[in-house]
């Protein structure tokens, strides 16, 4: 589960914790056990997507096959993936291990430094992972309008923005001594962990609209006609794309939703139903890279053995063609 509000309880102490975070702890080991499953199929996935997608190769020509465009943000997607399913499995462990100890101990596996780190190292994993996929809508529509590859400024706009976006939220958070107001200390990492999310769940759409409308414009020039071939092909591509964004929204809307409630009834939240859907994020923000196996094409492996095979056949040959100073033409 990629939720702020866990990242909040990593310093919380006896005296220091609020009545809505006690409410809101949970010290229960089916939450434990649902989060480290999901975790595990999420990273079994993501990884699983990994060997299928090699990194391909970026020619200098910028205007390169569409298939390697995607292919080689979506292998920059489930990396990121594979990252924060790898971190909620570290945590979850860890809840598991600790639930003998202290919560807040500096003996037990989970004390305040090690939640920190892990829980700022699964948000830095997701916020790129969203950003990965916006950068994957942007390219869509940028290649319907025949525009490059930018690979500079779509790392930068992943890898970057989530190293911004994570530090200034993290540093408000986990900053010692600053004597601002629970509310000020979480907001700014409210707004961090959740701009990259919304903004993805608005553009996605939109990006994908404007991108089918002028394929059926380009499609209409190239051929000079738009018969039922060419809307066979614009339909297939509406539906992968709503595909797309239907279960993005169904990883990640609980997660917008417990942001939503959580700001508005701040002083009488509604804890059975805010702990449900905890459990629904902890089941559901895994997933992201199992779902991505079905909606995204996966490119034809490589064969590195038939490859051996005929590197040894073509040795081999080489071997048996004989071997004489003075061709026989001669």
Not at 69 to 76: A, V
Not at 97 to 110: G, K, L, Y
Not at 198 to 220: D, G, H, K, N, W
Request: proline letters at 5%.
């Amino acid at each position: 589960m990629a939720d702020p509000s866990l990242q909040s309880l990593c310093c919380l102490t006896t005296s220091n914790r609020s009545q809505q975070y006690q409410l809101l702890e949970l010290h229960q080991s089916a939450y434990y056990g649902l989060s480290l499953a999901s975790a595990i199929v999420g990273f079994l996935g993501s990884v699983y997507q990994l060997n299928l997608r090699y990194a391909a190769p970026f020619p200098r020509y910028q205007y390169f096959n569409v298939g390697l465009r995607g292919n080689n943000i979506l292998f920059w997607l489930a990396l990121a993936d594979t990252f924060a399913a790898f971190g909620l499995i570290i945590r979850s462990t860890g809840w598991f291990v600790s639930q003998n100890w202290s919560t807040h101990a500096m003996s037990s596996p989970m004390n305040p430094t090690f939640c920190a780190i892990i829980s700022g190292w699964i948000q830095f994993s997701y916020t790129s992972s969203h950003l990965w996929t916006l950068v994957y809508a942007v390219d869509v529509r940028r290649i319907t309008f025949d525009q490059p590859f930018a690979a500079p400024v779509y790392h930068f706009s992943a890898w970057g923005g989530a190293i911004i976006l994570c530090t200034v939220g993290l540093t408000m958070l986990y900053f010692p001594g600053n004597g601002y107001d629970t509310f000020v200390k979480l907001l700014p990492n409210h707004v961090a962990t959740y701009l990259p999310l919304v903004s993805t769940c608005l553009a996605c759409p939109f990006l994908f609209m404007s991108a089918f409308r002028q394929a059926e414009i380009s499609l209409t020039r190239r051929y000079a006609r738009y018969t039922t071939t060419e809307r066979r092909l614009v339909e297939s591509l509406k539906l992968k794309f709503i595909l797309i964004v239907s279960v993005f929204y169904l990883c990640w809307m609980p997660n917008i939703v417990n942001g939503l409630v959580l700001w508005i009834s701040w002083y009488k939240l509604p804890v059975t139903w805010v702990l449900a859907n905890w459990y629904l994020m902890a089941l559901l923000n895994p997933l992201q890279g199992v779902f991505n196996i079905m909606l995204y094409r996966i490119p034809k492996r490589r064969q590195p053995r038939s490859q051996l095979r005929g590197w040894f056949a073509s040795v081999q040959i080489r071997k048996t063609e004989p071997q004489e100073e003075t061709p026989l033409l001669l």
